[in-house]
């Protein structure tokens, strides 16, 4: 019989086979290489790649969603805060600094021109000077050295607006000086003080009043920029708040679209946050541009004019005067006497019909009958006053001086009481107009109130109402 051959016993490893060679054990594995320094993986990679792999899931997306929602809302109310806080500073430095720094330079310019107006005036009346006429003229140089003096405080960071308050801190009490020395003179019968008036005049017209038209310029340039800055539309803030509406929008369309459910009570009341937010930031920047919008055309551009005009009127007395104190050698005062009430009033010389001149403009910008009503007035007396000078220089070239002087500076009719009713007409005109610059101005400022901190609570409330909706959403997950 015979049996199927069999192999033979396979050797232990190590151990050399019946006619064979030695099986020797596999080897273990070799360790990984350490990977290069360079290549190690960083924190940032790593989490990355979490971040890259968590948004491969639902709850990942959610999270992710949940964390542009609350930043984006934060954004805006912070966006809000700043711009708004920004607009409402603004609006606070219009009313409260920079309206009335221009305002005071204006009087300033106004002071000094009235001083030396009446400064000629108490001159023409020979050594009797008036008490009235001395107390105007010593107010006017007070009122002057006062608002210099507070505009010192305020001007701090114009070296243009300090240097222009230098030139007449400096050459004020030289100004004083010679018009004392001229009165001096006046007193004695001295006819040097005619010429030691006209040279303080010089300095009053070329030195002084340049530089008070000057700071006046400065200021007015300085309120412009506050105000068209108060006046600008927070636009950042705008677009922050559209682009979390839209989010959210988007945030809850894609909630129903998973879930079949309308609403998500935190994205409800995040939306609601927001859209408030939003309304009330474009609501109240309408109004305050209104307000301020209403303020700068009937109060400051009103203001402006009236400022100019009576600026002008002063200069016209002062020439009026020293036409006089110059006993037939005035021609040069004449000359800008004429130009000056030209514009005023016109070419035409006719103060209640005149269609071009400063009178003219300020009437087209006056609001209400309040304000038309001085300026009607204005008309009138500056009609009557071109036609009393006249009368004044024929009565001068025809060798009448005193009639003249008293045509001029006289009690009753004279262009003196027809240039003291202008003026006083003038000063109901701008007080009117100030007023109702500070109220519209006021009422621009009110309405960002309160915004400011709403942005930051609404913002907080919103962020709050997105982490907590997609948190609600989270816990299904769980």
Do not use: C
Request: glycine share 12%; proline share 5%; no cysteine.
């Amino acid at each position: 019989m015979t049996y199927p051959q069999t192999a033979p016993p396979a050797a232990a490893p190590g151990v050399a086979a019946p006619n064979g060679p030695v099986v020797l054990p596999p080897r273990p594995p070799a360790p990984p290489a350490p990977a290069p320094a360079g290549k190690r993986r960083t924190a940032f990679v790593e989490g990355l790649d979490r971040l890259r792999a968590g948004a491969r899931t639902e709850p990942g997306r959610l999270r992710i969603i949940g964390a542009v929602l609350a930043g984006l809302i934060l954004l805006f109310g912070a966006v809000t805060a700043w711009q708004t806080g920004d607009r409402a500073g603004g609006a606070a430095r219009v009313v409260d600094d920079t309206q009335p720094l221009s305002a005071d330079a204006a009087s300033i310019y106004r002071s000094l021109a009235d001083a030396d107006t009446t400064a000629a005036t108490g001159f023409l009346s020979g050594a009797d000077e008036p008490r009235a006429v001395r107390e105007r003229y010593e107010e006017d140089i007070r009122a002057a050295a006062v608002l210099l003096g507070a505009a010192a405080t305020h001007s701090g960071g114009s070296p243009e607006a300090r240097e222009q308050i230098r030139v007449l801190s400096e050459q004020l009490p030289v100004y004083t000086g010679l018009v004392e020395t001229a009165r001096a003179h006046n007193r004695r019968g001295l006819p040097l003080g005619g010429a030691y008036l006209r040279y303080a005049s010089t300095r009053m017209q070329e030195v002084l009043l340049p530089a008070a038209e000057r700071l006046y310029l400065l200021e007015t340039d300085r309120f412009r920029s506050e105000l068209d800055d108060a006046r600008k539309w927070p636009w950042a803030a705008l677009l922050t708040g559209g682009a979390a509406l839209g989010v959210l929008g988007w945030a809850q369309v894609r909630h129903l679209r998973r879930t079949n459910r309308v609403l998500n009570p935190g994205l409800v009341a995040a939306t609601a946050a927001v859209a408030v937010l939003l309304g009330w930031l474009a609501g109240a920047h309408t109004l305050a541009r209104s307000q301020l919008g209403t303020a700068d055309h009937e109060g400051a551009r009103s203001l402006e004019v009236l400022n100019e005009m009576w600026i002008a009127l002063l200069q016209a007395r002062g020439d009026e005067n020293l036409i006089l104190v110059a006993r037939g050698s005035g021609s040069v005062y004449a000359e800008n006497y004429q130009e000056r009430m030209e514009l005023i009033a016109g070419p035409a010389g006719d103060g209640e019909d005149a269609a071009a001149g400063l009178l003219s403009g300020a009437r087209g910008l006056a609001e209400d009958e309040a304000g038309r009503g001085p300026l009607d007035s204005v008309g009138a007396d500056i009609a009557a006053w071109r036609a009393r000078h006249d009368e004044a220089r024929r009565a001068e070239a025809g060798g009448d001086y005193e009639r003249a002087v008293d045509l001029v500076i006289g009690a009753e009719e004279s262009t003196g009481v027809l240039f003291d009713r202008v003026h006083g007409s003038l000063d109901e005109a701008v007080g009117h107009e100030q007023q109702d610059f500070e109220q519209a101005a006021s009422g621009g400022r009110s309405a960002l109130g309160g915004l400011t901190a709403g942005a930051v609570v609404l913002g907080l409330a919103g962020a709050a109402g997105a982490v907590l909706g997609i948190g609600r959403r989270l816990s299904e997950y769980r």
